[in-house]
């Protein structure tokens, strides 16, 4: 079956604010390599499997649109649409919103709270678990609102190093049942619950070097993973457990604090039913 994603082309995209640390020393910059980089990111994404693209037409008034991650969280037929901590990036809300609609989804949104979509909140792929990160954007009470929701258990990980802002700069599950993770991005108690969720064998603990280079930001295609670099340490191990991994130049969108997975928002997504990693 093929994988959805929604995507933004960068048509306005550049750094025009920041709400990030990584967007503190290229704000005014240009972004002149984007739409390149852009293109080869999604060229390559079609390449490795098969995935259906949905898109979301950029607008000139929200440069970070094209991190489609931060849209929503879908959950089998609903969208949770995001509620921006930034008020930069509460223009995209509505644009979002009606492009979910426009491909199907039943669209709401969390009651008065701050929650950034999929940006920070992640199902694990064989565990009937969402991991849902919170600090930066996401608050607290997004998380317990998700409970009511998503039918299964809702990890709640506090992050705490703020390069690391949203879960998915953090983290990686995959449908091998293994997750990436830079386990120093979460606060003791976070890494206590990551390790008991997840089997020692599957926890993939990335060193800093792998993290800062946005290799937990990775777009998991078929039996590929598509990011924008990693160490030869980090391609080997995702080799060794059946992984083909490639990685495409997205320096331009690393000046905003993106990268592959931002760029990019799962469609058909929703709880794990089984367990088939703890289990082979
Ligand atoms: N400049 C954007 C922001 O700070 C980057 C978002 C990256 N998205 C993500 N899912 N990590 O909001």
């Given at each position: 079956?093929?994988?959805?994603?929604?995507?933004?082309?960068?048509?306005h995209?550049?750094?025009?604010?920041?709400?990030?640390?990584?967007?503190?020393?290229?704000?005014?910059?240009?972004?002149?390599?984007?739409?390149?980089?852009?293109?080869?990111?999604?060229?390559?994404?079609?390449?490795?499997?098969?995935?259906?693209?949905?898109?979301?037409?950029?607008?000139?008034?929200?440069?970070?649109?094209?991190?489609?991650?931060?849209?929503?969280?879908?959950?089998?037929?609903?969208?949770?649409?995001?509620?921006?901590?930034?008020?930069?990036?509460?223009?995209?809300?509505?644009?979002?919103r009606?492009?979910?609609?426009?491909?199907?989804?039943?669209?709401?949104?969390?009651?008065?709270?701050?929650?950034?979509?999929?940006?920070?909140?992640?199902?694990?792929?064989?565990?009937?678990?969402?991991?849902?990160?919170y600090?930066?954007?996401?608050?607290?009470?997004?998380?317990?609102?998700l409970?009511?929701?998503?039918?299964?258990?809702?990890?709640?990980?506090?992050?705490?190093?703020?390069?690391?802002?949203?879960?998915?700069?953090?983290?990686?599950?995959?449908?091998?049942g293994?997750?990436?993770?830079?386990?120093?991005?979460?606060?003791?108690?976070?890494?206590?619950?990551?390790?008991?969720?997840?089997?020692?064998?599957?926890?993939?603990?990335?060193?800093?070097?792998?993290?800062?280079?946005?290799?937990?930001?990775?777009?998991?295609?078929?039996?590929?993973?598509?990011?924008?670099?990693?160490?030869?340490?980090?391609?080997?191990?995702?080799?060794?457990?059946?992984?083909?991994?490639?990685?495409?130049?997205?320096?331009?969108?690393?000046?905003?604090?993106?990268?592959?997975?931002?760029?990019?928002?799962r469609l058909?997504?929703?709880?794990?039913?089984?367990?088939?990693?703890?289990?082979?």
């Amino acid at each position: 079956m093929a994988t959805r994603l929604l995507i933004c082309p960068p048509g306005h995209y550049d750094v025009r604010y920041a709400i990030n640390p990584w967007m503190t020393q290229h704000v005014g910059d240009a972004a002149p390599d984007a739409v390149r980089q852009w293109e080869r990111l999604v060229e390559l994404i079609g390449c490795v499997g098969d995935v259906e693209l949905v898109q979301v037409e950029p607008q000139s008034q929200t440069p970070d649109i094209v991190f489609t991650a931060n849209a929503a969280l879908v959950v089998g037929n609903l969208a949770i649409v995001s509620s921006f901590r930034h008020a930069e990036r509460r223009r995209e809300q509505p644009v979002y919103r009606a492009a979910l609609a426009r491909a199907g989804f039943a669209t709401t949104f969390l009651r008065q709270t701050y929650f950034e979509g999929a940006g920070d909140a992640l199902f694990d792929r064989v565990r009937p678990l969402l991991y849902a990160g919170y600090g930066w954007r996401t608050e607290r009470g997004a998380t317990l609102q998700l409970q009511e929701i998503v039918g299964c258990r809702v990890l709640p990980l506090l992050l705490v190093d703020e390069r690391f802002y949203h879960l998915d700069t953090a983290l990686c599950p995959l449908s091998s049942g293994h997750v990436l993770a830079y386990m120093d991005a979460f606060s003791p108690h976070a890494q206590t619950m990551l390790r008991r969720a997840i089997e020692p064998g599957y926890l993939i603990e990335v060193s800093v070097d792998d993290a800062l280079r946005f290799a937990c930001n990775a777009v998991e295609v078929g039996d590929a993973v598509v990011m924008h670099d990693c160490t030869r340490r980090l391609r080997e191990r995702l080799h060794d457990i059946g992984y083909r991994v490639f990685r495409t130049e997205l320096t331009e969108f690393l000046k905003a604090g993106g990268s592959a997975k931002c760029l990019t928002l799962r469609l058909d997504d929703g709880p794990a039913v089984g367990m088939a990693a703890a289990t082979a």
